[in-house]
């Protein structure tokens, strides 16, 4: 069984940056894909961005393209999202999910899932 630890997450300012990173533990994590996603208060999860088993294929929801970008080091366990060009509503707690089928953007596509981080970016 996968466990999941989101870290990274904090205050920032408008057009800041920041990065997540989502640390495995208990699996075989480097086969796995990965998945982000965020729920801002009174909003459902969205998708925000998914990696392959080997990094060699992401996918972007398409506000986040251009802005965020989802990478892995399997010889650290580790998942990670590059923020940059921070907005107020990116604000939200991000959670990664993983899932040793096929990268999915639907939340229903992934069987383990971390307690998540906070983002906060104010104006």
């Known amino acids: 069984q996968v466990q999941l630890v989101e870290s990274g997450g904090g205050l920032v300012q408008a057009g800041g940056s920041l990065r997540l990173s989502c640390a495995a533990s208990g699996g075989p994590f480097s086969s796995y894909a990965v998945g982000w996603f965020r729920q801002a208060p009174g909003k459902e999860r969205e998708f925000v961005a998914a990696?392959?088993?080997?990094?060699?294929?992401?996918y972007y929801a398409d506000s986040m393209k251009g802005r965020f970008t989802i990478s892995r080091d399997n010889a650290k366990n580790t998942v990670y999202l590059q923020m940059n060009s921070l907005k107020p509503e990116d604000t939200a707690v991000y959670y990664c999910?993983?899932?040793?089928?096929?990268?999915?953007?639907?939340?229903?596509?992934?069987?383990?899932w971390g307690q998540g981080t906070q983002v906060t970016v104010s104006s």
């Open positions: 999910a993983a899932d040793p089928s096929h990268y999915s953007v639907s939340e229903y596509g992934y069987d383990y």
């Open positions: 990696i392959s088993w080997s990094g060699g294929n992401t």
